[in-house]
């Protein structure tokens, strides 16, 4: 505690660092906000400038982006059906109807104070207990059990944002073979990359770095909703949705705190473990909602819960996500590896000594965590009632600039053009795909999950000597594995009847 | 008092001067060159070791040769993403390639088609590093080469190691060359992620790790690691406890992790001895010098000019080349 009040000391006591607490709060959230450049823009922007910033600024500057950023993607998820990263997805489902029907206030206003609430949520159990935690996880947690943990997210959350089973399944499967593209996870062995197509030749070096889901997603939502909206003008059948100001009243935080708990418990657990982070977090905090909501039926037509459910857990992975940084110098994503690269660069090593040796560090980057999340809630009150607005500004005017943003963004992310055409035709194809029934969520999904989950099995079933049936002779992997294979079996019987009993079956 | 002023300053002078060395030896920029920022690509992550060491380089050669660069990072495909932008560049000089040994066992196996001493122009080598073996320190059943050597040989198989997958890697090369010679069965476990394999050894879900020192500096200062044996024909200062593998009975000369900077060929001469030059300055700089001692990267001579660098690459090539085909991999 002693430690805290002294990391806030800092970190307010200077007026430097106020300042860039402040244009990190702020450039994170409109990074995060705007469809197509992200947080990691504006990172991978600002990386060469810290270089010559004091350590403590640096490193307080990329956490306190890092929070706003992860929320900053909802605003754009509710108002326009775009997430503006991959973890914000689930948003859309509810958040985008709540819109259509004139409720965006209440819906980014559940977005803010779910996000705020996660991540303090999250930022308290870090200080508390991030070294204990993180030799736990890395302990418990091994190959075999990363895989059953991503084979659950996925058996639970296949069907979401779909028409049906069916088509929810073939999505997600669609995802995993797109994942596929790339060079293999064992031998490094180019898949993809070149052969011949109806008698074309082609090979490309490009597509040995994979198809990466951060332009899938900028096409399945950005440009696929400007074409949808397009056609929607051009038809003359498009309604502007009306802009609402209303915050969720006290009494309907109330009715969904059982989903927020849950939420957060989901989210800081899947944030610890490396590599998986907000995205599997937000996907299972939002399926786990719709499993357990007494309002199941209204989900994806426009529930607040839905909306909490997803908020609360991306922002509840982010504090921990910085736990195994810290602890053992192990990022868990990009940003978190340009956190581990500044404090690189400034000569310090995370990992258990950088409690020891960078102390006062740790505990600024904490303090800076706590309050970015605490300052959400007062910045996106302001957001609830002036984004919404954008809203009244023609979409005919707003698309040139989405899809200018979307290209800059698929082109930033990794400085490949091939990523620029994989965005394009992603917009085409889920343009059909939201025609059709078939989820785009479900494609990223597993294009996500797929490429952890192949990374995973392949080093699992090295160290069993190939032997499946080595998941289930540990506990956690054995455990997970199975009731996923339950959640799919019941999922399976439930489309069969046609009804409505799942509750009523697994209780 | 003023004798002695002015000797202090005359010695500071020399200081500099000698400091400044390979600065002063700087050629005249060619008319117009490095009027506008250089792009320098990174074939990796940004905050990966590349990435480190592309922008500590960038930084050096600014203050030593007035070059500006923007530093541009083009990760996928274990390195190879980025190498098609590269040869579409002109060959100009104004776009720099950092790229590690990857690139040289990937020309090897036939999986790129450049070869980094043909099709590209070596600038310099800035980092030059052997591997070694790692353990955790509280395993109890083993600690040290020999009583590693006496568990693998008691229980073969069952030891694991945490590698770079990729078929015909440096790191599997290396293992399959010090397993030949010692009749080890080691388990290799392919990891496409370096990090990962930090957590893999630490958690207690592999038994042993591949790596070089620079790279796990962190756990080697807060005890979590060990080295065991290094890959080198002597011992360095700073590890004086792990045996090389020439004392551990492998006569073989271990392959190493090199990182260095290229650009097309083709590139105009002036403009290329230029950059040649920044490229010596630069490593001689200060603050270039703290980064390398930071990686390790004192402890052997991490530094090599164009001549030594195709020498360096041919040579590897032909290990690569040699052991493919002991190993049935490539073409």
New interface residues.
């Given amino acids: 505690m002693e430690q805290f009040l002294d990391g806030t000391f800092n970190l307010f006591g200077d007026g430097q660092a106020v300042l860039i607490f402040a244009l990190g709060l702020i450039g994170g959230m409109l990074f995060g906000a705007i469809p197509g450049v992200n947080m990691l823009t504006l990172?991978?922007v600002l990386?060469?400038f810290t270089?010559t910033m004091q350590p403590e600024h640096a490193v307080m500057l990329f956490s306190v982006i890092y929070c706003a950023g992860v929320f900053g993607g909802a605003i754009t998820a509710i108002l326009f059906n775009i997430p503006g990263a991959p973890e914000n997805a689930p948003t859309c489902f509810d958040g985008y109807p709540m819109t259509m029907q004139g409720r965006s206030g209440k819906a980014i206003g559940a977005a803010v104070s779910c996000s705020a609430i996660g991540g303090v949520a999250s930022a308290v159990l870090m200080m508390s207990a991030t070294g204990l935690i993180a030799s736990w996880a890395?302990?418990a947690?091994?190959?075999q059990e990363v895989f059953a943990l991503i084979f659950f997210g996925l058996a639970v959350s296949a069907s979401i944002g779909a028409e049906n089973l069916w088509k929810g399944w073939l999505s997600v499967f669609a995802g995993l073979i797109i994942a596929t593209v790339?060079?293999d996870?064992?031998?490094?062995?180019?898949r993809f990359n070149e052969g011949s197509f109806f008698g074309l030749e082609f090979s490309?070096?490009?597509l040995?770095?994979?198809i990466h889901f951060i332009p899938m997603i900028l096409g399945f939502f950005a440009v696929s909703e400007v074409l949808t909206q397009a056609m929607h003008i051009s038809k003359g059948t498009r309604e502007r949705p009306k802009a609402g100001l209303d915050f969720p009243t006290i009494a309907e935080f109330l009715s969904v705190r059982w989903t927020m708990l849950r939420s957060i418990v989901i989210g800081f657990f899947a944030g610890i473990l490396?590599?998986i982070g907000a995205t599997l977090a937000a996907f299972l905090g939002y399926s786990q909602a719709h499993r357990w909501s007494k309002k199941r039926a209204n989900f994806g037509k426009g529930e607040l819960e839905g909306v909490v459910a997803s908020e609360t857990a991306n922002n509840a992975a982010t504090g921990a996500a910085m736990i195994?940084l810290l602890a053992?110098?192990?990022?868990g994503g990009?940003l978190t590896?340009?956190?581990?690269?500044?404090f690189?660069?400034h000569?310090m090593?995370?990992?258990?000594?950088i409690f020891v040796n960078s102390g006062d560090l740790v505990w600024i980057t904490f303090a800076a965590m706590f309050w970015a999340n605490l300052f959400i809630i007062l910045l996106g009150w302001l957001q609830t009632k002036t984004v919404v607005q954008i809203l009244r500004v023609p979409f005919r005017w707003l698309a040139p600039g989405i899809l200018l943003l979307a290209v800059i963004g698929a082109y930033a992310l990794?400085?490949?053009f091939i990523d620029v055409w994989v965005m394009f035709l992603a917009g085409i194809v889920g343009y059909l795909l939201r025609r059709s029934g078939y989820s785009a969520a479900g494609v990223v999904l597993g294009l996500i999950l797929g490429k952890l989950g192949e990374?995973a099995f392949?080093?699992s079933m090295?160290?069993m000597d190939y032997n499946f049936f080595g998941f289930f002779e540990r506990p956690i992997s054995a455990l997970l594995i199975t009731l996923g294979i339950a959640a799919i079996i019941v999922s399976i019987i439930n489309e069969i009847r046609g009804a409505d009993v799942q509750k009523a079956l697994m209780d | 008092m003023k004798v002695l002023q002015n000797i202090a300053g005359a010695s500071a002078v020399v200081a500099v001067l000698l400091m400044a060395g390979p600065a002063a030896a700087m050629p005249d920029k060619p008319a117009g060159f490095g009027n506008r920022p250089l792009t320098m690509i990174v074939p990796f992550?940004?905050?990966?070791g590349s990435?480190?060491l592309a922008?500590?380089m960038a930084?050096a050669m600014e203050e030593e040769a007035g070059l500006s660069f923007q530093?541009?990072?083009?990760?996928?495909?274990?390195g190879?993403?980025a190498?098609?932008?590269f040869m579409l560049a002109p060959a100009d000089g104004y776009t720099v390639l950092e790229h590690i040994d990857n690139a040289i066992s990937a020309y090897a196996a036939g999986?790129?088609r450049e070869n980094p001493a043909e099709d590209w122009i070596p600038l310099c080598m800035t980092q030059i590093t052997f591997s070694q073996i790692y353990i955790r320190p509280d395993d109890d059943r083993f600690s040290d080469w020999e009583s590693f050597v006496a568990y693998a040989k008691a229980n073969p198989g069952d030891v694991?190691m945490a590698n770079l997958?990729?078929?015909g890697?440096k790191e599997l090369v290396v293992m399959q060359q010090l397993s030949d010679a010692l009749d080890l069965d080691v388990?290799?476990?392919?990891?496409?992620?370096p990090?990962?394999r930090?957590?893999?050894l630490?958690?207690?879900?592999?038994d042993v790790l591949f790596e070089q020192p620079g790279d796990v500096?962190?756990?080697l200062?807060?005890g979590?690691m060990k080295p065991i044996l290094t890959f080198l024909d002597s011992r360095p200062d700073a590890f004086p406890d792990a045996p090389t593998h020439l004392e551990a009975g492998a006569d073989f000369d271990a392959l190493k992790r090199f990182r260095g900077f290229y650009v097309k060929k083709g590139t105009p001469q002036d403009r290329l001895d230029y950059l040649v030059a920044a490229c010596k300055a630069g490593f001689a700089n200060e603050g270039y010098a703290e980064f390398n001692k930071?990686k390790y990267m004192h402890l052997i001579d991490s530094y090599r000019d164009t001549e030594g660098s195709i020498e360096l690459i041919n040579n590897a090539v032909a290990t690569y080349r040699d052991m493919y085909k002991q190993l049935g991999i490539g073409n």
């Fill in positions: 990172g991978a990386l060469p270089i890395v302990r947690f091994g190959p790339g060079t996870p064992v031998g490094g062995i180019p490309s070096y490009y040995s770095a994979g490396p590599g195994p053992l110098g192990l990022p990009a590896a340009m956190i581990m690269g500044i690189q660069i000569g090593e995370p990992g258990p000594l990794r400085n490949l990374s392949s080093k090295q160290l | 992550g940004a905050g990966g990435d480190q922008r500590a930084k530093v541009i990072n083009k990760p996928g495909g274990g190879t993403a190498i098609p932008d999986d790129i694991t997958g990729k078929v890697s388990k290799q476990i392919a990891f496409d992620k990090a990962e930090y957590g893999a630490i958690g207690g879900h592999v500096r962190n756990f200062d807060a979590q930071k």
